[in-house]
């Protein structure tokens, strides 16, 4: 019903800083909410952040906070991963995931994020 396309990740340096997008296609009209999760080798997938589709209101993981930053722009279907301050422990593959009615999700397929240090 939705399909996700994520891109901007790549290699980065521990201080540096990367800008994520997500696209989303299809039944679109039926987002709520968009969030970024993130699940590096050998741990669990883990939640990063999320944006009302309709209010633009986030949260975020403790872990982000003050160095992330999600945003959206409706108009282009898209959510974004400001992401600053970068540290190696941030390294994972980042996956977009759409909040759909009757608890239903949408996952992209991912980007990857390698941060040296």
């Known amino acids: 019903q939705v399909q996700l396309v994520e891109s901007g990740g790549g290699l980065v340096q521990a201080g540096g800083s990367l800008r994520l997008s997500c696209v989303a296609s299809?039944?679109?009209?039926?987002?709520?909410?968009m969030d970024w999760f993130r699940q590096a080798p050998g741990k669990e997938r883990e939640f990063v952040a999320r944006?009302?589709?309709?209010?633009?209101?986030?949260s975020y993981a403790d872990s982000v906070k003050g160095r992330f930053t999600i945003s959206s722009d409706t108009a282009k279907n898209t959510v974004y991963l400001q992401m600053n301050s970068l540290k190696p422990d941030d390294t994972a593959v980042y996956l977009c995931?759409?909040?759909?009615?009757?608890?239903?999700?949408?996952w992209g397929q991912g980007t990857q994020v390698t941060v040296s240090s």
């Open positions: 995931n759409a909040e759909l009615p009757f608890s239903g999700q949408s």
């Open positions: 944006i009302s589709w309709s209010s633009g209101s986030t």
């Open positions: 299809g039944r679109t009209f039926i987002i709520h909410a």
